[in-house]
């Protein structure tokens, strides 16, 4: 069992950046890919990108390439999401979700999720 908790949503103005944090709760955090997706209202979940159990392998959503970079300490069980130039589109519920295995864009894949953080971003 894995408990995951976003943090470090907020209000930034476009060309900006904001650290979202995932920490997770279990001594076997190591072992899970971990994900990055997000909601906008009136849309459906979007992946973002994920990062394997090693750290040694991330993978992002074309949107996002090049601006959010995926990092993971697995000695503090928390995963980061950087966050620059961000673009009004970007405004979204972000959430972190754990899965044992392979990295996978399908929400369906992850079995573990968090609550959301929130982050808009002006224009």
């Known amino acids: 069992q894995v408990q995951l908790a976003e943090s470090g949503g907020g209000l930034v103005q476009a060309g900006g950046s904001l650290r979202l944090s995932c920490a997770a709760s279990g001594r076997t955090f190591s072992s899970y890919t971990m994900g990055w997706f997000r909601q906008a209202p009136g849309k459906e979940r979007e992946f973002v990108g994920f990062?394997?159990?090693?750290?040694?392998?991330?993978y992002y959503t074309d949107s996002v390439k090049g601006r959010f970079t995926i990092s993971r300490d697995n000695a503090k069980n928390t995963v980061y999401l950087q966050m620059n130039n961000l673009k009004p589109e970007d405004t979204a519920a972000y959430y972190c979700?754990?899965?044992?295995?392979?990295?996978?864009?399908?929400?369906?894949?992850?079995?573990?999720w968090g609550q959301g953080t929130q982050v808009t971003v002006s224009s």
């Open positions: 990062i394997t159990w090693s750290g040694g392998s991330t």
């Open positions: 979700a754990a899965r044992l295995g392979l990295g996978d864009s399908r929400s369906r894949a992850y079995h573990y």
